[in-house]
């Protein structure tokens, strides 16, 4: 399967704990992007990265949150503390320009990370 | 800040019925807009988008969407559906022409088809 992978595909963690998602995007994809969805939302921007440079930050990455994308190629999210409130699924997702420049705006996404914080 | 708002929530239809679900978009520029579907255990894909051009986009599986600048509109239509059309569908739009691909989804429609 040459998509989006994600993992763990699921999370349970206690209060406090920190937890790490890994995305591995399609590999000629220089764009990576990360998604938090709760019950009955829909997708939630957090962050992007073009390469391994993180271009935008959502206001609803706090502090506890960090993302990275060292060699440009796979991403991981880090969540410090781990708060009930933080129970979600995180979607990653990658794109790539066309090879004239132009944005295809197509995300192509992956299954999801579930984190339940107990 | 721009908003999708997606009216219906949850939608139950018989096969062979006709299928249309609101989207609306609150920006006043350039946009880009898309459709998402997720099927039950499934990750997010493509239905269809509109970059410029003819407002009436084709997608696949038979689902089309008409951009209506006037309204602020990109509603999801389908002349008939089938069982196999149960999921969520989630309308996007990506502000400013796409500069970074980031979309602001809405809340999402699950449709429900009955057989």
């Known amino acids: 399967d040459t998509g989006v992978s994600q993992n763990p595909r699921h999370k349970i963690t206690k209060r406090g704990q920190n937890v790490t998602f890994r995305c591995d995007p399609i590999?000629?994809?220089?764009?990576l992007y990360w998604y938090r969805q709760t019950l009955g939302q829909g997708p939630e921007f957090l962050t992007y990265?073009?390469?391994?440079?993180?271009?935008?930050k959502s206001r609803l990455l706090s502090d506890r949150f960090s993302a990275e994308r060292p060699k440009g190629s796979f991403s991981t999210l880090e969540i410090q503390r781990t708060e009930q409130g933080d129970s979600a699924m995180y979607l990653c997702?990658?794109?790539?320009?066309?090879?004239?420049?132009?944005?295809?705006?197509?995300?192509?996404f992956g299954e999801g990370s579930r984190l339940t914080v107990l | 800040a721009q908003s999708v708002s997606q009216h219906n929530h949850h939608v139950i239809l018989s096969e062979a019925a006709s299928l249309e679900l609101g989207c609306n978009y609150s920006?006043?520029?350039?946009?880009?807009l898309f459709w998402y579907v997720q099927y039950p255990g499934q990750h997010l894909q493509l239905l269809l988008k509109?970059?410029?051009?003819?407002?009436l986009v084709k997608g696949i599986k038979g689902f089309e969407a008409e951009f209506i600048k006037s309204k602020f509109s990109f509603n999801l239509r389908k002349p008939s559906v089938q069982w196999s059309d149960t999921a969520e569908y989630f309308c996007?739009?990506?502000?400013?022409?796409?500069?970074?691909?980031?979309?602001?989804f809405g809340t999402g429609t699950l449709l429900a088809v009955q057989p």
């Open positions: 997702a990658s794109s790539s320009l066309t090879s004239g420049g132009l944005n295809t705006g197509e995300l192509f």
């Open positions: 590999s000629e994809h220089n764009r």
């Open positions: 990265f073009q390469n391994e440079a993180q271009l935008e």
């Open positions: 920006y006043g520029g350039t946009v880009n």
């Open positions: 509109y970059f410029s051009g003819d407002p």
């Open positions: 996007a739009v990506n502000a400013g022409g796409g500069a970074t691909n980031k979309l602001i």
